[in-house]
């Protein structure tokens, strides 16, 4: 299980820039409430750890154990669906003992690490290409989502899925049937568009329909939380009015303007306490997390292992590109978490596993 390496094949720049978010993360939280400061500097602790600890356990491990990780996640998402705490209408969290667990955040890499051995597999046969192999992998991937989608997770569901999909490209998916299914699928999101317009629509619940309609028709469903963020955001300008500015200077978080700002709109505390120069320095930590995981996938000794750090560079950046997309309104109001930086212990410790295969994979470099 744990192997010899070597100390200079250890990624000290990924490892640095994820503890670096994480620590921000602490002070941004603290900013957008206090009541959650210490259960995430306790988060950030037991993260690092174990980053460290997986980042030491050969990769190849749960390549192999990728049957019963798919198995895990799925008894997860099950078991939320019977037994987890509603909120909001939606069943998403167990709890215990006053911590929350979210399946869903912890399924995103689980998924990363059943989908790198099981494209492996498909790789070795050739059947990346093959309707047998694409209709395999369309049914591994459709049930997990299918369940995260009965939460409603509608956000989850859309990340994983499109990390799925990148994956699957990574993996050598043919460009004839990328070009074919572009085709397929650009009409049926104009019909998908149609229809959850119509009053008797049963595919979406109506405040889903509500934020997709707010970002198409911003005038005619302005969407508060947004309008909030972007004023907050804007209200930093270039330098920001500081992590404590005091009671006298008026903010989103000491007004609280935005409901649950520690989570999925905290990117919107980061403009407004570190203004745009402190905006573009975490989007440009983001990107080098994002670029080192590429770096890593691009030097790994075989197609699991690129397809391991692969898939955890495109979880980061698509699920950054959405929240950050959110809080500045540029997209629907989807609820995710901006990596290492959100509130959320499941999420944070699931960012961790991710980061600490993906050190695993660097430091089983292929050699020339």
């Known amino acids: 299980?744990?192997?010899?390496?070597?100390?200079?094949?250890?990624?000290?720049?990924?490892?640095?820039?994820?503890?670096?978010?994480?620590?921000?993360?602490?002070?941004?939280?603290?900013?957008?409430?206090?009541?959650?400061?210490?259960?995430?500097?306790?988060?950030?602790?037991?993260?690092?750890?174990i980053m460290i600890i997986v980042s030491l356990v050969d990769y190849h491990l749960w390549l192999k154990l990728y049957l019963v990780i798919y198995g895990v996640g799925l008894v997860f998402l099950l078991a939320v669906l019977l037994f987890g705490n509603t909120v909001n209408n939606a069943t998403r969290w167990f709890t215990f003992g006053g911590i929350t667990f979210q399946p869903s955040e912890l399924?995103?890499?689980?998924?990363?690490?059943?989908?790198?051995?099981?494209?492996?597999?498909?790789?070795?046969?050739?059947?990346?290409?093959?309707?047998?192999?694409?209709?395999?992998?369309?049914?591994?991937?459709?049930?997990?989502?299918?369940?995260?989608?009965?939460?409603?997770?509608?956000?989850?569901?859309?990340?994983?899925?499109?990390?799925?999909?990148?994956?699957?490209?990574?993996?050598?998916?043919?460009?004839?049937i990328i070009f074919v299914v572009l085709l397929i699928t650009i009409p049926i999101a104009g019909t998908f568009m149609w229809y959850i317009q119509k009053p008797d629509q049963k595919l979406l619940n109506q405040y889903q329909v509500d934020r997709i309609l707010a970002f198409i028709y911003p005038s005619d469903y302005l969407d508060s939380q947004q309008a909030n963020s972007v004023m907050a955001i804007g209200?930093?300008?270039?330098?920001?009015?500081?992590?404590?500015?005091?009671?006298d200077v008026v903010t989103v978080s000491n007004s609280r303007l935005i409901s649950e700002q520690q989570t999925d709109f905290i990117f919107s505390v980061i403009g407004e306490s570190f203004g745009f120069v402190g905006s573009i320095i975490v989007i440009a930590i983001i990107l080098l997390i994002v670029l080192q995981c590429i770096r890593v996938s691009r030097r790994a000794r075989d197609p699991g292992g690129m397809l391991l750090a692969g898939g955890a560079a495109c979880l980061f950046a698509i699920q950054s590109f959405l929240n950050i997309g959110v809080a500045t309104?540029?997209?629907?109001?989807?609820?995710?978490?901006?990596?290492?930086?959100?509130?959320?212990?499941?999420?944070?410790?699931?960012?961790?596993?991710?980061?600490?295969?993906?050190?695993?994979?660097?430091?089983?470099?292929e050699r020339f």
Request: glycine share 10%; aromatic share 8%.
């Open 1 to 49: 299980m744990f192997k010899r390496y070597k100390l200079r094949d250890y990624n000290f720049i990924l490892t640095l820039c994820v503890i670096g978010l994480m620590v921000m993360g602490v002070f941004v939280i603290n900013s957008a409430d206090s009541s959650f400061t210490m259960k995430q500097a306790i988060g950030v602790g037991g993260a690092v750890v």
């Open 107 to 176: 399924m995103k890499t689980l998924m990363i690490l059943f989908m790198a051995a099981f494209l492996q597999k498909m790789i070795e046969e050739e059947k990346v290409s093959r309707p047998k192999g694409l209709l395999l992998f369309v049914g591994s991937v459709a049930v997990p989502m299918l369940l995260i989608f009965r939460q409603p997770d509608l956000s989850t569901t859309l990340c994983l899925a499109i990390v799925m999909l990148l994956m699957l490209y990574l993996a050598g998916l043919s460009y004839k």
């Open 235 to 247: 209200s930093g300008q270039l330098w920001g009015k500081g992590l404590d500015p005091g009671q």
């Open 329 to 365: 309104a540029i997209l629907p109001n989807t609820g995710i978490p901006l990596p290492f930086i959100s509130y959320g212990l499941t999420s944070l410790i699931s960012s961790a596993i991710m980061i600490g295969v993906v050190l695993n994979v660097g430091l089983q470099p």
